[in-house]
């Protein structure tokens, strides 16, 4: 509510005319920077009991969220959150029901990757991708520095991508240094709010600030820190890209933190074996060594893909090594 003056004329731009609806797109953990849809940077407190909409969450308010602002100019305040498409999590505590939300509506998450210097698993990249689908996020796979590869390499990266493309996957290749497939990067990020990530050197800075030189990201900055229960607060950032759009930094997580999965629900985040699960001989197939299993059976004729699935079994098999420790 606004305060009212008594010797107000109604002519000063004192209060709010109505409600603004904006978009978190900073926090510090009591004030929370947002741009209304006139463009304008607003920051808010918190007032009331916000619904979190049955998420246990230590922070109500989280950056990427839609919310709605009235109050004085000097005073604004947050009084509605709009229901999030999706969100980034993290455990604030291990073991603790409650979750930090990290950043919500992402329209993207890109796995920026690298053949060379450094390498780049698929295993790592099928990780990210399978986090992304828990979490409903569209995916993209973008592998930079290619200026540092052979024409052979190249054709083999073209296959190893192929995969993705089939899966569903956006991808892209470019260069930093070269300046190629940075039209194309562009055209992927303008308009959405997206995630980068990937292991630290792989150019996601310098990618950054080529296609925004304004946006000055201190190379390496865009962290990928080792997520360890050292941290206890993590505030993401919103920054905007004069192409339009948006991209995501989390410090201290790398890529979407630790997400846990139950054993039976990893072959639903791979959408190509997905497809196949009701297939299955036994409604309770794990796809390693049962009979009938169609997984199996299409990694045999190539449409599943051999990386894949090897992937698959390594999170199947972590699940296995972590559930052994409760
Ligand atoms: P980040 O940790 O992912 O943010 O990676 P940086 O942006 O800090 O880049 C790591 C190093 O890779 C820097 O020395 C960059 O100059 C270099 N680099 C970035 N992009 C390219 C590229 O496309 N080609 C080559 N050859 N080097 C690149
Ligand atoms: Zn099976």
Redesign the pocket.
């Known amino acids: 509510m606004s305060k009212t003056h008594l010797f107000s004329t109604g002519t000063e731009n004192l209060t709010f005319a109505k409600m603004e609806r904006g978009r978190v797109i900073k926090s510090t953990g009591s004030r929370y920077a947002v741009e209304t849809e006139s463009g304008e940077i607003l920051y808010c407190g918190i007032r009331g009991r916000i619904r979190t909409r049955g998420i246990r969450s230590t922070n109500p308010v989280a950056v990427g969220d839609w919310v709605k602002v009235e109050g004085d100019r000097d005073d604004p305040v947050i009084v509605d959150i709009e229901k999030r498409k999706n969100y980034i999590v993290r455990r604030s505590v291990k073991l603790s029901k409650e979750s930090h939300i990290i950043a919500a509506n992402l329209d993207l998450a890109i796995m920026?990757a690298t053949m060379l210097?450094p390498t780049t698993l698929p295993v790592f990249i099928d990780r990210f991708c399978v986090a992304a689908e828990a979490y409903h996020i569209p995916v993209a796979v973008v592998f930079?520095?290619?200026?540092?590869l052979t024409e052979e390499e190249r054709e083999l990266l073209d296959d190893f991508l192929d995969v993705y493309r089939r899966v569903g996957y956006e991808t892209l290749v470019?260069?930093?240094?070269?300046g190629e497939g940075l039209d194309e990067l562009s055209d992927l990020l303008r308009g959405k709010v997206s995630l980068f990530s990937?292991?630290?050197?792989?150019?996601?800075?310098?990618?950054l600030?080529k296609l925004d030189p304004k946006m000055n990201?201190r190379?390496?900055?865009?962290s990928?820190a080792h997520l360890t229960g050292k941290h206890t607060t993590t505030f993401a950032e919103m920054h905007r890209l004069s192409i339009g759009g948006y991209v995501v930094d989390t410090p201290g997580i790398r890529g979407f933190g630790l997400v846990h999965f139950e054993t039976e629900e990893i072959a639903g985040y791979f959408p190509e074996m997905r497809a196949l699960l009701p297939d299955c001989k036994f409604h309770n197939c794990q796809h390693i060594q049962e009979p009938g299993c169609a997984v199996k059976s299409a990694v045999e004729t190539g449409e599943v893909a051999g990386t894949r699935y090897n992937s698959y079994l390594n999170m199947v098999e972590d699940t296995e090594t972590e559930e052994s420790y409760r």
């Open positions: 920026v210097h930079n520095k290619i200026d540092l470019c260069s930093a240094t070269s990937g292991h630290s050197g792989v150019g996601k800075s310098t990618l600030n990201v190379v390496g900055a865009i990928e």
